[in-house]
């Protein structure tokens, strides 16, 4: 089964491939065949043609020609492709009477996709074919003698154009491999980067403290929570005094009110009644507090003790490091420094 089946969400244009496109043309010319991936979605199973040729061979051409017969062709290449996968080819009869190619990706992982052709003839019986062919034209409503000079005009597959025809068909595969890889690659690669975004890091702080101090009421209920404080106001402790402890941590407002399980809004609210001030404001103070700790060691340079007290940019920690103390990051160090050599 494809890995991350549900999540991979693959569509027609991740087919699209100068290699893939190139096999199908070459299909095309050379057998009359056309290249179609049948592929996993979050919906079931779909098709995409392959090739920048529109070339579809008259028979196929009028046996999709209806409402139902393209629904029919579409179901038998979904029930085709999903029929005996550990087979790595295989020659399978199409609803309509003639043959289909299938072949699936090499290894486990892929197993549920599988590229098939178009209509052709392998080995077919011309009687009993016929009859299957006329039988299946009559039900959609085909005129007959269109539809068996069709039949004759397709390409049968000898020994010499079945090896070509899959010597195509396993180079297309391991070319739709490796794409398939590739997204894959860069699926994993994209859920790597959300687990460690900002907001992510950021709920997994809150949700972890969140729980360690349900843990810890369900254990023993604090003074302050027996003398009646509002459980709001209990959840604004912990995520105050996590920003506190933590401020370097990447906190955005709406991942913590996420991970509390309330609007922004209503967080906000809750926030700005406890603490008299805004989130953004209460942060910057732990985060400038933060510094003036860090600012007392002298082998952290001004850009250093902004990284580490949760400052972005070491410009805007220092204009606003000044706006509060009066002094600058830096002469605030020599400050300290004369005030501790005074000492």
Known sequence: MLTNRSKLDLKPEAFTSPILDSLSDMAVKLLGLRLVIIYPTKDGMAQALVGSSHYLSEFCKLVQGSPDGAEHCRICHLLMAETNPHKSSMVKRCHSGVSTLVQHLPGERYCDLAILTSCTLVDEDTVSAWKIIQHRGKKLGIDTNKLKKAKENLCRLDPEKMELALMIMNMAAQALKLILDKLTLEFELEQEKKRHAPDTIIARAIESELSRAITRVGEGRSKKEEAGRAPSTSLIDVV???MARKPNLPFRLTAIAAACRITPNHFSHLFHEHHKQCFSDFLTEQRLKRAKILLKNPT?????????????????????FRQVNGVSPGEWRKKLSRLNGKM
Do not use: K, M, P, T
Request: aromatic share 12%; charged share 20%; net charge negative.
């Open 240 to 242: 105050s005094d996590l």
């Open 300 to 320: 952290l340079n001004v850009s250093q003790v902004a990284a580490e007290a949760g400052f972005q940019d070491a410009g805007y920690f220092s204009r606003r």
